[in-house]
């Protein structure tokens, strides 16, 4: 392409004509924000349904777009310093189902070393990132994206997101049918549908081909679809109200056989239901999940009902399945069993041993690329490219544990392609193990992000791996999941071990902290959410994690999975052999506490506090949050124990006794009763928004109080239970952070707290 050529004139009817029109109309909405003539607010919905993000920049670049330190970009990225009007971001793009092909991967490898620093990044969602990306360049990226046949409209905002799918969805061995043409279909279906462009927030799917397995995770998603067959004929098993987030919920039954001819309209029908009656102006509360909360899902289930009847026949719904169920991949050769093993090298053995799965088709493997973090270089995946059009055809797919599976490998060629992947550094094994960690980008670029979940993990990743071989096999099966924050990006809910940061203030200095989440379910499609249990500094969670399953190792019985481990051996145990951990030495004894991993600056900046009595000197506040903190944990036990009422007022408690914490910063000799502490926190913390927390959705956590305060319960049920539970625990996080923005440990009542 020459200089005064353009993508749009190069790339002509390369380009389909509806994602064409949908990027030229951005690219007049970025020419009227430049002109200042569309409100920032406006267009920043507009750029986020594009998959246009806003990122942090205080590892990289600030919001005004100067540069705070250099980045390593790629020799082929000529745009330098960022002297743009709008400081550069992360561009998100959109696959439905994972599945690439290598033009498409090509073209990804461009793009990272064109725009963006040379990194592709895969995410939990299937989905690639590129960061640090321009946004008068986004339109150029998007051209070039759509003529392979990728779009990134509807990548974020309050949408359809990717819809996504098992990775082995047609060469599973335990599937009841190939979800993929199921779920490609809707995706397609949905996307930019009038029914569906109304929504609080974000909305997500998930396909499933079997039950047992993690799959597809359909218990965590807005809408989950697992297929089943009833008497030869296909359809599927729906479930709606699922989601992560601070306080996940799990999805429920809607329709035990939706026959496939049916998924298009009754999803439309949802959508439907969702726009009318969801949530619009408390983003908090605007997911699906709390509607059908709100509502139960009988009565949300006859409302879509209701809907399905009122929703005008649309002739999309049988051209968009025409043929689906002949949909079939091909390989690139015949099937052929790899026969011989004593010429076979080590490292082919772990590697095969890991991350090769042998398909339900004979003399076929699927071989998984184990991508640390889920970054691979724009070198890398060019070269990637090139290996699958030697093994496979165009049969490439993401994973949501952020890898490449490449299907429809013959087994014969398994030896051939370990050493094409050697070259390229990407035939690490330990796919699908305990070194396999997910992460979300934390604080490396994400706005939200409290500590390094990146950092956190590349450490876990490193120790875990050299002591691989010796660990025990049920070890070597157990997933770790990070997040950088409540949110839930990385997952951390349904991981067999899970972390999400957190902070704590100790002698005036930040100190990175996560949260230990043991409970979660990986398997049966997100079987069960795990709970939070005690915060420790995030130098001693590799300890945590040698702990844990060290004491799994000894302690378990016969084949016992680890979930029921720890229910067996319970909570209350787990946190008092970690509690020890949670120990901050003084910044003269060990300042590594003091910054995260991956970062060699201290966390945060602070004036260090003296200590008194040869101990460390604690605010009143953090004394008795941490009393919250144990209150809540006594909550978790009263669940787990099934005593769901006594759960739920325990949490509450701890609720109130965090807000009657901070309250006490301002009036120290608070009333104990209830009304009296809601009354003055609403007065002193919500109305004035001191409670607030700009990097979060504003007053979310102060309302659990309120409607905690305000509810009668008749029914005390184990998901009312549990959401207490968190929302304890989240509120309490809140409190400590509200406490270090707001007061100074100077003017702070303080306790000593005296060395054990």
Same mark, same amino acid.
């Given at each position: ?112 070393? @064109?725009?963006?620093?040379? $990194? ?23 051209? /070039? ?6 779009? %990134? ?26 979800? %993929? ?52 004929? /296909?359809?599927?098993?729906? #479930? ?56 139960? $899902? ?26 689906? @169920? ?24 772990? &590697?095969?041993?890991?991350?090769? #799965? ?49 299907? &429809? ?56 791996? @050299? ?32 972390? #999400?940061?957190?902070? /704590? ?16 379910? &990986? ?73 995260? &991993? ?63 914490? $901070? ?32 990097? %979060? ?18 029914? #005390? ?14 509120? $309490? ?8 923005? %707001? ?14």
């Amino acid at each position: 392409m020459t200089e005064a050529t353009s993508w749009k004139e190069t790339l002509g009817s390369r380009i389909p004509e509806d994602l064409g029109r949908e990027i030229d109309i951005f690219e007049t909405q970025i020419g009227l924000r430049q002109q200042d003539k569309l409100d920032e607010i406006i267009f920043a919905e507009t750029r986020l349904r594009r998959g246009a993000y806003g990122q942090r920049y205080d590892n990289g670049q600030r919001f005004d777009g100067s540069r705070t330190q250099e980045l390593n970009f790629p020799e082929g990225n000529t745009k330098g310093p960022n002297t743009a009007w709008h400081a550069p971001g992360m561009q998100r793009i959109k696959i439905p189902c994972g599945g690439l092909n290598c033009a498409q991967m090509d073209t990804l490898a461009d793009l990272a070393e @064109e725009y963006s620093d040379g $990194i592709c990044h895969i995410t939990t969602r299937q989905d690639f990132q590129l960061h640090y990306v321009h946004i008068e360049d986004t339109v150029d990226l998007m051209r /070039r994206l759509a003529a392979v046949g990728i779009t %990134t409209q509807e990548a974020c905002g309050n949408a359809v997101r990717n819809v996504t799918a098992c990775p082995l969805a047609g060469v599973c061995k335990t599937q009841s049918f190939d979800v %993929t043409p199921y779920a490609d279909a809707l995706a397609r279906f949905l996307l930019g549908h009038p029914d569906m462009q109304d929504f609080g927030r974000k909305f997500k799917i998930a396909f499933s081909g079997c039950r047992d397995e993690a799959c597809g995770l359909t218990s965590m998603h807005d809408m989950g679809a697992l297929a089943v067959l009833r008497e030869g004929k /296909r359809g599927f098993e729906l #479930y709606v109200g699922g989601g992560l987030g601070p306080v996940p919920h799990r999805a429920k039954l809607i329709e035990e056989f939706v026959p496939a001819e049916e998924l298009l309209p009754l999803t439309q029908a949802i959508g439907r239901v969702f726009a009318r009656l969801g949530e619009k102006k408390n983003r908090a509360r605007a997911r699906i999940k709390f509607l059908i909360a709100k509502l139960g $899902i009988e009565e949300f289930k006859r409302l879509v009902t209701e809907e399905r009847q009122l929703v005008t026949e649309d002739p999309l719904w049988a051209t968009t399945l025409e043929g689906i @169920e002949s949909h079939s991949e091909e390989a690139l050769r015949p099937g052929q069993a790899l026969n011989g093993m004593n010429h076979l090298s080590e490292g082919f053995r772990r &590697w095969q041993e890991t991350n090769v #799965y042998q398909q339900g088709q004979a003399g076929y493997a699927v071989a998984t690329v184990n991508l640390p973090l889920g970054d691979i270089t724009a070198n890398q995946l060019r070269a990637l490219a090139d290996v699958c059009r030697r093994f496979v055809k165009d049969t490439v797919r993401t994973t949501v544990e952020q890898n490449f599976v490449l299907r &429809w490998v013959s087994e014969a060629d398994l030896p051939d392609l370990y050493n094409a992947l050697e070259e390229l550094d990407l035939a690490a094994p330990g796919a699908g193990t305990i070194v396999d960690i997910t992460a979300c980008p934390g604080t490396d670029t994400c706005k939200l992000g409290i500590a390094s979940s990146r950092g956190l993990a590349g450490e876990l990743r490193q120790q875990l791996s @050299e002591s691989f071989l010796e660990l025990d096999q049920a070890v070597k099966g157990l997933r770790i999941k990070v997040s950088g924050c409540f949110n839930a990006c990385g997952q951390h809910h349904v991981a067999d071990i899970g972390f #999400y940061g957190v902070s /704590r203030k100790i002698g005036g200095i930040t100190v990175p902290h996560f949260q230990v989440i043991l409970g979660g379910r &990986w398997q049966e499609n997100a079987g069960s959410f795990g709970l939070a249990m005690v915060a420790i500094p995030s130098r001693n969670i590799p300890q945590v994690v040698t702990r844990l399953t060290e004491r799994f190792v000894q302690d378990r019985n016969g084949n016992e999975s680890f979930q029921d481990f720890i229910e067996r051996t319970g909570k209350r145990e787990f946190r008092s052999m970690l509690e020890d951990l949670a120990v901050v030495p003084a910044y003269e004894e060990d300042s590594s506490f003091y910054s995260d &991993w991956g970062a060699a600056r201290e966390f945060t900046t602070g004036d260090m506090g003296k200590g008194e009595c040869a101990g460390e000197v604690v605010p009143l506040a953090h004394f008795e949050l941490s009393a919250c903190e144990r209150e809540a944990f006594e909550a978790q036990m009263s669940l787990d124990e099934g005593e769901y009422e006594l759960a739920y007022r325990t949490a509450f408690s701890a609720i109130l006794h965090a807000a009657k914490a $901070i309250v006490k910063t301002q009036l120290l000799d608070v009333p104990d009763d209830a009304d009296t502490i809601v009354e003055e926190f609403r007065r002193r913390f919500f109305e004035t928004e001191l409670f607030f927390d700009a990097g %979060t959705a504003k007053d979310k956590f102060a309302r659990y109080l309120f409607r905690m305060h305000e509810t009668v319960i008749d029914d #005390y049920t184990q998901d009312l239970a549990h959401r207490a539970v968190e929302e304890a625990q989240l509120f $309490i996080e809140a409190a400590y952070a509200c406490y270090d923005r %707001t007061t100074s440990v100077e003017a702070a009542p303080v306790v000593p707290l005296l060395p054990k």
